[in-house]
């Protein structure tokens, strides 16, 4: 006993303990009063009085804390009312509804279906005819004028996800303007790009079309026209009065639309089924987004309409060289597998420029277009930069397609010469590129000019707007936007052309030199161009104006060849036969084959290091 209380008991013990023999004498209690057989008062109270208890003791036990009692249920919900404004579910076909029904098509007629145009024997008049419309606007007009301005593209062959999506009413798609800008378009493509939107754009969601005439000579884009055009109501034109471009004739054409988003096409268009719909709702998503559509192809002789396939993927997005040059390159690997299916976008570090949607209210934050550049050429680099550093976004969406014919050449002459697009070039390169700005300059002696005796004109207010949105440097957007680009020397060991010294001529990649082609030996000009070359800190010598091309050493007898760089960038290294040592001789010496590079006649190859031979000798100019 002593053992015992020389214990600790717990409390909790205690209270059981005495729980439980309390239950014993209630208990026997019951069972001495239900078995006795009187009756008495005294005993009949005791036994209301002992159910009493009972009662106590059943609650007491139920509220101690080792019982899991019954979940609280959930308060009563109020009954919202639906909003009228922002109904649930999704759009039906119906709904979507085109604003202009597509007229029956004749399966056989030009060009039906997306279908190349094809005419096997023609007339001298008919040939002129071709002739005439190929030197005016560089794409086969006499094509063009005899296929429907509402041909059909047949069915929709987009992904099954595409096909298949539906669009959100809550919230709601937005409206949109489309705005298309023309000079001395011919009427077929014009009409046709016109038509193509009325047919395959939703009458709820196309607010209007505003084409813009940048000062057109054409007769049949006058008066005729506007008598046109005016039967189908939501199209109008204005007009600027002289030729200012591009630039200026987009920027008049948003200032008056009244859509909630702009759409910016070309005037030689086609819009597949469905295009618009994705342009919006990704809009709807993420309204600082720049959203273009998958380009596809017009082919400028026949018109055939290049259709996408239920099985393609995206494949291309923008880029830039450092020439300042749009371009298309491959999506990387690591950007693939982010996308489930193809109703994701598609992050590019540029666009084309020529076909995009835009909320009209970012549009306007972001600082529109640089009303200061000209006519047209780097706008789309220009924007492109100042929409990633300033806090947006651009994306390729492939469930939206558009047709396009890409033409080898602009049939328009330029005011002022291309000098405008150096221009150009210069003004985004001072506001957004800061001393990268000088690996552009390398390569263009007429830009490096203009900028160092200041005649592109102000750029205060451009500044300053990037100071107000606090945009991002150049820096970040090549480290986070645009990784895998291969960044050249900022202050290159050696730059401009490669001189040789037993003929004085100059080292020259040739017209149209996209890599594994001779060099050839050239009249030096030190104008940069296709003689401009750069001795990197890889030991590389890059012919990297726009593509990235090094100089290959090849085995003799086999010419010199200016060759994709291996070096891209990241995940890539330096090829041995791309790698070069200067001697303290002037000789040229690739250290795997321990050849040097020589002049041979007209051809230039690799040969046993000679110091005493001088069409061995190089030199920088």
Not at 50 to 70: H, L, P, S, T
Not at 84 to 91: A, D, E, M, R
Not at 224 to 231: F, R
Not at 583 to 596: A, D, F, W
Request: overall charge neutral; glycine content about 6%; charged content about 20%.
């Amino acid at each position: 006993m002593r053992f015992f209380l020389r214990r600790r008991v717990s409390p909790l013990k205690l209270a059981l303990l005495g729980g439980t023999l309390f239950m014993v004498v209630l208990v026997v209690l019951q069972w001495d009063v239900g078995s006795s057989p009187a009756v008495d008062p005294w005993f009949q109270e005791l036994v209301v009085k002992k159910d009493k208890v009972m009662v106590i003791v059943r609650e007491a036990v139920n509220n101690i804390g080792f019982q899991i009692g019954a979940p609280q249920p959930p308060p009563p919900q109020e009954q919202t009312s639906q909003d009228i404004n922002c109904p649930t579910g999704f759009y039906s076909q119906a709904e979507l509804e085109p604003h202009l029904v597509r007229p029956p098509q004749d399966p056989a007629s030009p060009g039906a279906d997306g279908k190349a145009f094809q005419k096997d024997h023609m007339t001298p008049e008919e040939e002129k005819e071709k002739e005439e419309g190929m030197t005016r606007h560089c794409f086969n007009q006499f094509a063009s004028d005899r296929i429907s301005l509402s041909r059909s593209l047949g069915g929709d062959t987009r992904p099954q996800e595409c096909v298949s999506r539906k669009f959100s009413r809550c919230p709601s798609l937005p409206t949109t303007s489309v705005i298309i800008v023309f000079h001395n378009e011919a009427w077929s493509t014009l009409l046709r790009t016109v038509y193509s939107v009325l047919h395959t754009s939703p009458a709820i969601l196309l607010k209007e079309i505003i084409l813009v005439d940048d000062a057109s000579t054409a007769e049949h884009l006058k008066g005729q026209l506007e008598d046109y055009v005016g039967g189908l109501k939501i199209v109008r034109v204005v007009r600027q009065a002289e030729r200012k471009g591009l630039i200026t004739a987009r920027l008049l054409g948003a200032s008056i639309a009244q859509g909630e988003v702009l759409t910016f096409l070309d005037a030689h268009c086609e819009c597949f089924h469905g295009w618009l719909e994705p342009l919006l709702a990704r809009i709807v998503e993420e309204p600082t987004a720049v959203v273009s559509p998958e380009i596809t192809s017009i082919d400028l002789n026949s018109f055939h309409f290049n259709k996408p396939s239920p099985s393609n993927r995206a494949y291309n997005r923008g880029n830039f060289d450092w020439s300042l040059t749009f371009g298309w390159e491959p999506i990387p690997e690591e950007a693939k597998k982010l996308r489930k299916d193809e109703t994701y976008p598609v992050k590019t570090p540029t666009f084309a420029g020529g076909l995009f949607s835009i909320s009209k209210t970012y549009f306007e934050h972001i600082g529109t277009y640089d009303d200061k550049m000209e006519i047209w050429g780097g706008e789309n680099v220009e924007m492109s930069f100042r929409v990633w550093q300033c806090g947006g976004q651009l994306e390729i969406i492939p469930c939206s397609v558009v047709g396009h014919v890409f033409r080898t050449k602009s049939p328009h002459t330029f005011p002022k010469g291309t000098e405008v697009i150096t221009r150009n070039q210069v003004r985004l390169a001072e506001v957004w590129m800061d001393e990268y700005k000088k690996i552009f300059y390398r390569r263009n002696k007429n830009a490096a000019t203009m900028a160092s005796e200041n005649k592109y004109g102000d750029v205060s207010d451009r500044l300053k707007l990037r100071e107000e949105l606090q945009c991002k440097n150049f820096t970040w957007y090549l480290n986070t936007i645009y990784p895998e680009a291969f960044i050249p020397d900022l202050s290159p060991e050696k730059y401009g052309a490669i001189k040789n010294s037993g003929s004085q001529t100059c080292l020259d990649v040739g017209e149209n030199n996209l890599g594994d082609k001779p060099v050839i030996m050239y009249q030096c000009h030190n104008m940069g161009g296709n003689q401009y070359f750069e001795y990197t800190s890889h030991k590389e010598l890059r012919h990297n104006i726009g593509k990235q091309l090094c100089l290959h050493a090849s085995a003799p007898p086999e010419q010199l060849k200016i060759m994709l760089c291996s070096l891209k960038g990241k995940g890539s290294s330096v090829g041995p036969q791309q790698q070069w040592v200067f001697t303290e001789e002037n000789l040229l010496k690739n250290p795997v084959s321990g050849k040097c590079l020589q002049l041979a006649g007209s051809l230039v190859q690799m040969d046993y290091c000679n110091a005493a031979n001088l069409f061995q000798h190089w030199t920088f100019s």
